[in-house]
Nanobody
Framework: QVQLVESGGGLVQVGGSLRLSCAAS????????LGWFRQAPGKEREFVAG????????HYSDSVKGRFTISRDNAKNTLTLQMNSLKPEDTAVYSC?????????????????WGQGTQVTVSS
């Protein structure tokens, strides 16, 4: 069993920055993939970014590439998402997810555990 707890969401103006964190417990992360997904009201959950925990390989959706950075802290078992140049369309509930495979996946169904989510609101 893996528990994921997100933090760092909030309200920010267009062009601002936020940093999300996801603390993982229940297992020492090694050969897994973790990802960030988001879901806006009335829309399907979408992949934002993912990281292969052991080698640090990353993958981003086109909509956030160049603005968001995913990273991990092995010692703290923590995943982060640095979000810069935020836009109103980035408004959503952001959730971190754990996959018991090393390869990053962009489909939500490929992930085994999820955090409760944290709200990010970008005001114009």
């Amino acid at each position: 069993q893996v528990q994921l707890v997100e933090s760092g969401g909030g309200l920010v103006q267009v062009g601002g920055s936020l940093r999300l964190s996801c603390a993982a417990s229940g297992r020492t992360l090694s050969r897994e993939a973790l990802g960030w997904f988001r879901q806006a009201p009335g829309k399907e959950r979408e992949f934002v970014a993912g990281i292969s925990w052991s080698v640090g390989f990353t993958h981003y959706s086109d909509s956030v590439k160049g603005r968001f950075t995913i990273s991990r802290d092995n010692a703290k078992n923590t995943l982060t998402l640095q979000m810069n140049s935020l836009k109103p369309e980035d408004t959503a509930v952001y959730s971190c997810a754990y996959r018991n495979r090393e390869m990053i996946a962009t489909m939500a169904g490929a992930y085994d555990y999820w955090g409760q989510g944290t709200q990010v609101t970008v005001s114009s």
